[in-house]
């Protein structure tokens, strides 16, 4: 076995072994949550490690070493929202800083979750009391390298979701929710250091529970898993690097990581650990005057394990008949571009599934969206 292999091994041996290694941390408070699916019953035999290797045999070899890069470069690598909204802070491979400043940037991210999935297929709407969860992220955030080596990132995000379900008085109306709320405000640090040109660079921080865990109507039709914050601290750690593909510099690949560990939890529910990777390229060679244009193509991998905790779903304060409706594995492609005219940058992109493996029934979106606009100071 090369030493490639050795690592690959050992990064997807390592999934579970971190989960349970981490100890839960409850803080005491009340919330009143009730699962509403029905129907098809997953299996609660599925490890974490066998679902993460199932993912990788569906990348290509090159493909699977690019999307780890960035955690096995790192010298202590290891790699959290319900929906699945970890994968917009990665693959925004033009968002890497590149030098000593800041960015300010305000950015829009979308998913309208409305096609029930069960493991790699679609499935039967009637199988699943969810019906449809439409989601607005908006999130202002601000990027500050002190020098080439050190800086800082602080997201503040507003989300706006809107849910469809199966309850109300008689436990079987079509009930429909629509609220907003601050949402999980993140702050990093990061190093970029290894190299005089920043082309690698790690990222530590946590994300805060300042986002509304407890959202409800009369009857408890929001789940837990449906809340716009997640009620939890969670330890985010990532990498990136990227290099040239040629010689001229026209074109320059990417790869990227993300892992959201929560590790002090509430109310007898653990969201899964969330593990993000992109791998990408771009093209500088596009100008019309002082606007350079960029076009993006990348792959975005995720992996999340389900959650844990009385309040989980499937779990005894929840719906323990309805099974396990939480964890899934993804990969999206992703074609996108970016505008620049110095100091303003506009950046969109759209990630559509390719592969997934959802464990229970539980609603998936057919596309997201993602665009931001960025000024450089």
Known sequence: MTNTETRLAVAN???????????????NSKCSVARKGVG????????????????????????GLASLLAVVLAPSAGWACACG?????????????????????????????????HD?????????GDKEIRTHFVTAGVQYMFDRSWGLQVEVPYDDRYFKTTGGASGSDIVSLDWATLGDIRVEGIYTGFSPDMSTGISFGFKLPTGSYTYN?????????????T??????????HRGNLTSSNMWTWFAQALLD???????DYRPGIELDAAAGIYYNGWSLGGLTITPVAQVIASERTSDQ????????????????DSGYQRIMLSPGIELDMHPMSFYADVEVPVFQDFRGNQVVAPWLLKAAVSYHF
């Open 13 to 27: 041996a390592a999934l579970p072994q971190l989960y349970m290694a981490v100890p839960m941390i409850e803080t």
């Open 40 to 63: 098809q019953q997953s299996s609660v035999s599925s490890a974490p490690g066998r679902r993460f290797a199932k993912l990788w045999m569906h990348l290509p070899r090159g493909l």
């Open 85 to 117: 909204c970890g994968v917009f802070d990665v693959g925004t491979g033009l968002m890497l800083p590149e030098g000593a400043g800041g960015m300010a940037f305000v950015e829009y991210d979308y998913q309208d979750q409305d096609h029930n999935w």
């Open 120 to 128: 790699t297929s679609s499935a039967p709407a009637a199988n699943n």
């Open 217 to 229: 109507d009369a009857f408890g039709d929001v789940d837990r898993d449906s809340e716009l914050g």
């Open 231 to 240: 009620g939890s601290t969670d330890i985010l750690l990532g990498g990136f």
């Open 261 to 267: 560990l929560p590790v002090i939890t509430r109310n």
């Open 309 to 324: 905790g009385a309040y989980a779903s499937g779990h005894s304060l929840d719906d323990p008949a309805g099974g396990i």
